[in-house]
């Protein structure tokens, strides 16, 4: 009977030694996506602290401004690519209709700017990017960013104006209008569900998430 009784104490110190170890692991895991949230947060606001700074500048079609001559700056965090990990989007105008944004994300452990943007396809999910003779149509792909996928020019060919389309790896060829309805059905200036944030003097992320 002793010897029974002390077999049995040292299978329950064995299992309770078992049991802590897999407790510690289950924590460890629980909580290991927290810390690269917060990493990641840290990152995006040490990068909108340079923009408060005026080390980062806006950018909007081809042009760069200070966040003092920001007409309406602001920010949002959006997950593009549904991974967990949300982009960060920055614009000078937040309030215009049609207004450009830079979008960030994380490379390395390195803020990376990747695209600066002014519209959005639902129907496709590509990302465009329009300015007064063209206009570009990317995707975002994970972990390579965004990668364009077609270019529109609207050439004078015989005093016509024409629109010609380019896909990445094929020749140019001219499309009709209607392709070109089709091509840009349903365009926004970004996805309903991104909300943006304003950035003032004393914007820090960190405190409002």
């Known amino acids: ?39 990641t947060l840290t990152l995006y606001n040490d990068l909108i ?44 105008r937040m309030g215009d209709e049609g207004h450009t944004y830079v979008v960030y994300d994380i490379k390395g452990g390195v803020v990376t700017r990747e695209m600066a943007l002014n519209g959005y396809l639902p ?15 990317y995707s975002y792909i994970r972990g390579q960013g965004f990668v364009r996928q077609w270019e529109l020019d ?17 020749d140019p060829r001219t499309i009709s209008d209607d392709e070109l309805k089709t091509l840009l059905k349903g365009h926004v200036t970004e996805p309903a569900e991104l909300n943006w944030n304003p950035i003032k003097k004393d914007t820090n992320i960190l405190q409002t998430k």
């Open 49 to 92: 602290q340079k923009v408060i700074s005026g080390e980062e500048m806006f950018s909007d079609e081809g042009m760069g401004y200070t966040f003092d001559e920001a007409e309406d700056p602001g920010y949002a965090l959006y997950d593009i690519d549904k991974d967990g990990a949300d982009e960060l989007f920055i614009t000078a």
């Open 123 to 137: 129907e496709s999910g590509y990302w465009t990017y329009f300015f007064d003779y063209f206009i570009e149509g």
């Open 154 to 170: 609207y050439p004078w060919v015989d005093g016509i104006d024409t629109t010609i389309i380019n896909y990445e790896g094929q």
């Open 1 to 39: 009977m002793i010897m029974r009784i002390k077999k049995n104490n040292e299978m329950k110190k064995k299992l309770a030694v078992l049991l802590s170890g897999i407790m510690a692991s289950f924590v460890l895991s629980g909580c290991g996506n927290a810390p690269a949230k917060d990493s």
